[in-house]
């Protein structure tokens, strides 16, 4: 089974914080991506990278970067946290387009900044 | 470009009755298809995928999803909801090109399942 993994299931940090959500997956697939949910808005993309020290910007970067030093792993940074980026984080991963399209997801990181 | 509509925000049913959520997309190319669902507390599990071959496509726990190109639709189905049921559902389009499979998520269907 595929399994991506996200370091935090929650976290409380502080305004101001740098923040590290840290994603891993084990099925060396090409793509990762960071997306936030929030309720009435569905999942947000916020970057996706398609291969090691590749990124894209997603639809809503503003605030928060992104790190791929391995093909596993996908970092998702905030420069300085604040109460607006309160929301739930999901880090997926997917082989290239179309029909292997399917992306697979951890389980979320609940972040509240206060 | 591409998108995505879920005609319904929050969808309640009787147990054993019917489940419809409605999914309407828009894509510049011929699109991969997916409908997600979301436990409480959970991420994100696939439930099917239409890829192009078959337009009615089954997926896991008895729903089904019908592609209809004439109408851009991809209507999530199941003849009788089980509380289990419960959840959120997601549509996602796909664009059958790039370099990188760039989802597009629509905003969710709440689907609430009573006694």
């Known amino acids: 089974d595929v399994k991506v993994t996200q370091s935090s299931r929650y976290l409380v940090k502080r305004t101001g914080e740098k923040v590290f959500l840290e994603c891993v997956q084990d099925m060396d697939h090409e793509n990762m991506f960071w997306y936030r949910q929030d309720p009435g808005l569905g999942l947000r993309l916020i970057y996706f990278?398609?291969?090691?020290?590749?990124?894209e910007k997603g639809d809503i970067p503003e605030g928060y970067s992104v790190s791929r030093e391995k093909k596993e792993r996908f970092s998702l940074i905030l420069e300085s946290a604040s109460t607006n980026q309160t929301s739930m984080y999901l880090c997926?991963?997917?082989?290239?387009?179309?029909?292997?399209?399917?992306?697979?997801f951890g389980q979320g990181t609940r972040l509240t900044v206060v | 470009a591409q998108s995505v509509t879920q005609l319904d925000s929050h969808v309640s049913v009787s147990e054993g009755t019917p489940v419809l959520l409605r999914c309407n997309y828009s894509?510049?190319?011929?699109?991969?298809l997916f409908w997600y669902v979301q436990h409480p507390n959970k991420g994100l599990q696939l439930l099917l995928k239409y890829t192009s071959a078959a337009t009615l496509v089954k997926g896991i726990n008895g729903f089904e999803a019908e592609f209809k190109k004439s109408e851009t639709s991809f209507h999530l189905t199941k003849p009788s909801a089980h509380m289990s049921d419960a959840a959120e559902y997601f549509c996602?389009?796909?664009?059958?090109?790039?370099?990188?499979?760039?989802?597009?998520f629509g905003t969710g269907t709440r689907l609430q399942v009573t006694l």
């Open positions: 997926a991963s997917s082989l290239s387009y179309g029909l292997r399209a399917e992306a697979f």
């Open positions: 990278s398609y291969d090691v020290k590749m990124k």
């Open positions: 894509s510049s190319y011929s699109p991969s």
């Open positions: 996602v389009v796909s664009p059958n090109t790039g370099t990188a499979s760039k989802l597009t």
